[in-house]
């Protein structure tokens, strides 16, 4: 197994960005650098900026490395509003125009890895490439469609209905889009024993999954209108599908995928990608749900590279 202590895990001092009138956490370490791009690393659903502690102590010394947290998470506001990948998508493409002042390469993970597409295809002028870890987001109709942190199960072929199953169904449906319902699941979720529960499902290197990487995906949760992003889940308006942003877009693509991850099957999910982006470059890593935490030397070498290869690239076409 990688070690995962040889890269600093000690929280790097941030600053806050008034943006829509809600403060957003970022963190920034290393200098400008002329000849290569600045990297922003954005995280999945329920982590934060602490969840790329690792990468951006890693990288710093090559490129000016930029971490956000998203509306709705970590050190960020939590409003009570309809949370989705537009919002994500604006935030993201707002903070590369206003504080970083360049185009950036978007590295993101699951959920935040679905809100950097959502960047780099329909906001092209923001962007210099695109990594994705274990991204989220739906494929079109008949296609496999993985949820954020598997909310949804993937869809299976249909069978015969059974009247009974339907109603229970519909039970539970209705029953997790009641205010309370949602509430009580929240409560029970943030607990830091279900937390350490649900890594462990998703990391393949167990002992990465410390006290720390526990208390900073919990210490969140308990701020004010935590529940409220939690519950927004349920009704987020689905986004664009992936195929139709992949058609869109114009950059470099590099995916890094935990092939263990039980949530995103890389296997299945990889071939959709090529469909539609096929001069995509990829790689499978032995790690889980977030490569980017589980086996950190691996992800930023890859990423240096692949990065700094994007100028050589630019330079011969």
């Avoid at 490395?65 to 939590?78: E, P």
């Avoid at 993101?108 to 991204?135: E, F, T």
């Avoid at 029970?188 to 990487?213: F, G, H, M, N």
């Amino acid at each position: 197994m990688q070690a995962t202590t040889a890269l600093s895990t000690a929280p790097i001092p941030g600053k806050y960005w008034q943006w829509r009138g809600q403060s957003v956490y970022y963190v920034q370490a290393g200098e400008p650098q002329p000849q290569r791009p600045p990297l922003l690393l954005v995280h999945g659903f329920g982590a934060s900026t602490d969840h790329w502690r690792k990468n951006i102590s890693g990288l710093c010394k090559d490129f000016q490395v930029w971490a956000i947290d998203l509306l709705g998470f970590g050190r960020s506001a939590k409003p009570n509003m309809q949370y989705s990948g537009d919002l994500w998508r604006d935030q993201l493409y707002d903070f590369i125009t206003e504080v970083i002042g360049q185009p950036a390469v978007l590295a993101g993970n699951s959920l935040g890895g679905y809100a950097c597409l959502c960047v780099a295809a329909q906001r092209p002028d923001a962007a210099a490439g695109l990594v994705l870890l274990n991204s989220a987001g739906p494929f079109s109709q008949n296609q496999p469609s993985v949820e954020p942190e598997s909310l949804q199960t993937e869809v299976q072929p249909p069978a015969k209905p059974d009247p009974l199953q339907k109603l229970l169904g519909d039970v539970a449906k209705w029953i997790f889009q009641q205010p309370w319902a949602r509430f009580l699941l929240f409560q029970y979720v943030r607990q830091p024993w279900v937390i350490r529960q649900t890594l462990e499902k998703v990391y393949l290197d167990k002992s990465a999954i410390t006290d720390q990487l526990v208390e900073e995906i919990h210490r969140p949760a308990c701020d004010p209108g935590a529940a409220d992003v939690f519950a927004s889940v349920f009704s987020s308006p689905q986004g664009e599908k992936v195929d139709v942003l992949l058609k869109q877009l114009t950059y470099p693509l590099l995916l890094l995928w935990g092939e263990a991850d039980p949530w995103m099957n890389a296997r299945e999910r990889s071939p959709l990608f090529r469909q539609y982006y096929p001069q995509l470059q990829e790689h499978f890593l032995r790690a889980g749900h977030c490569p980017h935490d589980e086996v950190p030397e691996q992800v930023n070498s890859l990423l240096r590279s692949w990065v700094l290869s994007l100028r050589t690239t630019t330079q011969d076409s």
